[in-house]
C-alpha cells in the first residue's frame, strides 16, 4: 500500500537534493543564470511539500495554502529557467500574474465558496501553464538541433501536463483527489509527479552539462584575446573547405594578414597598447568580411581569413576592402591614437593543394612576403601560373590590380 505521507517527504528530501546540486552549479559557474532558478525551483518546491504535510497535524487549511502557494511557484520558476536557458526575456510578470490568479482561486474556492472541482482547476492552472508556455522551447531545434535534454524535459513536461489533466478530469467526474491522505488514486498519482519532477530536473541537468561541454569546445577553438577563431579552428576549416573543393573543383581563397610594425608597437607603447592594437584591427576587419568568411588569429599579429567560394580575383577585392578600412582609419588617427598597417597575401585553392591546408598557408604566406617586400601596408596575390621564360625562383608572386 503506498503512503501518501510518505510519498511527500521523499517528495521534500529529494528536492532539497535536487537544490543542493542546482546550488553547487551555481556556484561553480556563477554565469549559468538558469541554475539559479532551478535551484530556486527545488528549494521551494521542497518547502511547499513540507508545508502541506503540516496539515496532516492541524486543521487549520493555511498549511495547504501555504503548500500549494510553494509548489505552484515551484513550476514557475522552472519554467523562467528554461526561459533564461535559451537567452529569452524572464517573463516574471506572468509568471507572478499566473501565480496570483491560481491562488486567489483556490483561496476563494477553499474559503469564500467552497467547490473543491474549480480549486483543484485553479491549482493545476497555476502548476502547468507556465510549463506549457516554455514548452516550445525545449522542443524547438536551437541552432540546427534540439539536445538531448531538452528533449527528455519537453517529454516529461508533456507528461506532467497529462497528468494534471487526468487529475483535474478525475475531479470534475466525482473522483476525489484533493485530500493528503485520499487513497491510492491520489497516492499513484503523487508517485508519478515525483519520479517525473525528478526526471526534469534530470533533463535540465543534461541540458547544462551540454551547454557548458559546448562552451568550453568553442573556447578551445577560439582566441582569448581577439575572441575570432584560432589556429587550431582555422586548420580544421581549411582541411573541410580543402576536402569540399576537391570534391566540387569549386575553389576557395585564403588571405594571410600581417600587421606591419606590430613589435615597434609594442616596444615603444607597450604590451597593453599593442593588445588593443590586435582588438581594433579585428573588428575593423570583420567589418568587410561577407557572411560566411572566417577570421582567424594565428598568433601574435598574424591573422588569416578564409573566404568560401571565392576566386583569387574575388579574394584580392576583399583584401583591398580590408586594407582600405585600415588605411582609413590610420588617416583618421590623432594624438595618442596609434595607426595600423597592414600586409596581405592572397591564394586560390587549386588541384595541386587538394587536401593539404598547409600548402596553401605557405602560397599565401608567399604572397604576404612579397608584399612585405614591395614596401608594406599593401596586398599581393599568388599566382601559380608557369612564368613565359624561365626562373629558378619557382611560381611568380606579385601585386595585382583588381578593379
Aim: glycine share 10%.
Amino acid at each position: 500500500m503506498l503512503n501518501v505521507p510518505t510519498l511527500w517527504t521523499v517528495f521534500v528530501v529529494n528536492f532539497l537534493a535536487l537544490g543542493l546540486i542546482w546550488a553547487y552549479v551555481t556556484r561553480s559557474y556563477p554565469k549559468f543564470a538558469a541554475a539559479r532558478f532551478w535551484m530556486a525551483s527545488s528549494f521551494v518546491g521542497a518547502a511547499g511539500a513540507m508545508t502541506a504535510l503540516v496539515r496532516l497535524f492541524v486543521s487549520s487549511p493555511l498549511p495547504l495554502l501555504l503548500g500549494a502557494a510553494g509548489v505552484m511557484a515551484a513550476s514557475g520558476f522552472a519554467a523562467l529557467g528554461i526561459q533564461r536557458f535559451y537567452n529569452r526575456p524572464v517573463s516574471w510578470r506572468l509568471m507572478i500574474a499566473t501565480q496570483c490568479v491560481s491562488l486567489a482561486g483556490v483561496v476563494f474556492f477553499m474559503v469564500g465558496f467552497e467547490h473543491m472541482q474549480l480549486r483543484m482547476l485553479s491549482y493545476t492552472i497555476g502548476q502547468g501553464l507556465p510549463l506549457m508556455l516554455a514548452l516550445h522551447l525545449l522542443l524547438s531545434p536551437q541552432e540546427g538541433r534540439v539536445s538531448p535534454g531538452a528533449r527528455l524535459s519537453g517529454i516529461v513536461i508533456l507528461s506532467i501536463i497529462g497528468i494534471l489533466l487526468v487529475r483535474t478530469a478525475g475531479n470534475l467526474l466525482g473522483y476525489d483527489f484533493s485530500a493528503v491522505a485520499a487513497g491510492q488514486n491520489h497516492a499513484v498519482m503523487v508517485l508519478g509527479l515525483l519520479f517525473l519532477s525528478m526526471t526534469l530536473n534530470f533533463g535540465f541537468l543534461l541540458m547544462a552539462m551540454d551547454r557548458l561541454r559546448g562552451e568550453v569546445a568553442d573556447l578551445a577553438l577560439l582566441d582569448d584575446l581577439t575572441g575570432v577563431a584560432n589556429r587550431r579552428h582555422l586548420l580544421q576549416r581549411l582541411s573541410e573547405e580543402c576536402a569540399r573543393s576537391e570534391r566540387s573543383g569549386e575553389p576557395f581563397s585564403l588571405l594571410v594578414i600581417d600587421l606591419d610594425g606590430f613589435k615597434t608597437i609594442n616596444d615603444t607603447h607597450g604590451h597593453a597598447a599593442g593588445d588593443e592594437c590586435l582588438r581594433h584591427f579585428t573588428l575593423m576587419a570583420q567589418t568587410r568580411l561577407r557572411p560566411g568568411d572566417m577570421l582567424a588569429r594565428t598568433g601574435g599579429d598574424e591573422f588569416c581569413v578564409v573566404l568560401p567560394s571565392s576566386s583569387l580575383r574575388e579574394g584580392a577585392m576583399i583584401a583591398r576592402r580590408v586594407l582600405d578600412v585600415c588605411r582609413q582609419d590610420a588617416a583618421a588617427c590623432s594624438g595618442k591614437d596609434i595607426p595600423i598597417a597592414i600586409s596581405i597575401g592572397v591564394a586560390e585553392w587549386d588541384r595541386g593543394v587538394g587536401q593539404f591546408p598547409d600548402r596553401l598557408i605557405a602560397h599565401a604566406d608567399h604572397a604576404l612576403y612579397a608584399a612585405k617586400k614591395n614596401g608594406k601596408n599593401d596586398f599581393a596575390v599568388y599566382d601559380p601560373a608557369p612564368p613565359l621564360l624561365p626562373e629558378p625562383f619557382g611560381p611568380a608572386v606579385g601585386k595585382r590590380t583588381f578593379a
